[in-house]
Nanobody
Framework: LQLVESGGGLVQPGGSLRLSCTAS????????IGWFRQAPGKEREGVSC????????NYADSVKGRFTISRDNAKNTVYLQMDDLKPEDSAVYYC?????????????????????WGRGTQVTVSS
């Protein structure tokens, strides 16, 4: 499963971006999808996740109320709408799909190298 992220860029504080995650060869239908981010010198952080049906979502406390995850299985795409962006949101954002059991319940569980990852898209929030 090859994942591809897009939609990153440079935005001013308070601005918005929408990231997209799609699969190049297979359907995302049936996969829970997570968004993660990593800033230089920091550990990777779980940002949000969405169940395969889209009925369950979770967010990191740092982005609750500002970010919204959604999916359109007909378009084979998962989105991360990011509003009211802050400089501390600057990072490389990755989408990932689990290679095994994964439950988007209560928080954003981590994924690791056995799971499927995209190459990431850079988000920079700066004036």
């Amino acid at each position: 499963l090859q994942l591809v992220e897009s939609g990153g860029g440079l935005v001013q504080p308070g601005g918005s971006l929408r990231l997209s995650c799609t699969a190049s060869k297979l359907s995302l239908d049936g996969y829970t999808i997570g968004w993660f981010r990593q800033a230089p010198g920091k550990e990777r952080e779980g940002v949000s996740c969405i169940s395969d049906s889209g009925s369950r979502t979770n967010y990191a406390d740092s982005v609750k109320g500002r970010f919204t995850i959604s999916r359109d299985n007909a378009k084979n795409t998962v989105y991360l709408q990011m509003d009211d962006l802050k400089p501390e949101d600057s990072a490389v954002y990755y989408c990932a799909a689990p290679n095994g059991p994964y439950y988007c319940v209560g928080y954003v569980p981590p994924m690791d190298e056995k799971d499927y990852w995209g190459r990431g898209t850079q988000v920079t929030v700066s004036s």
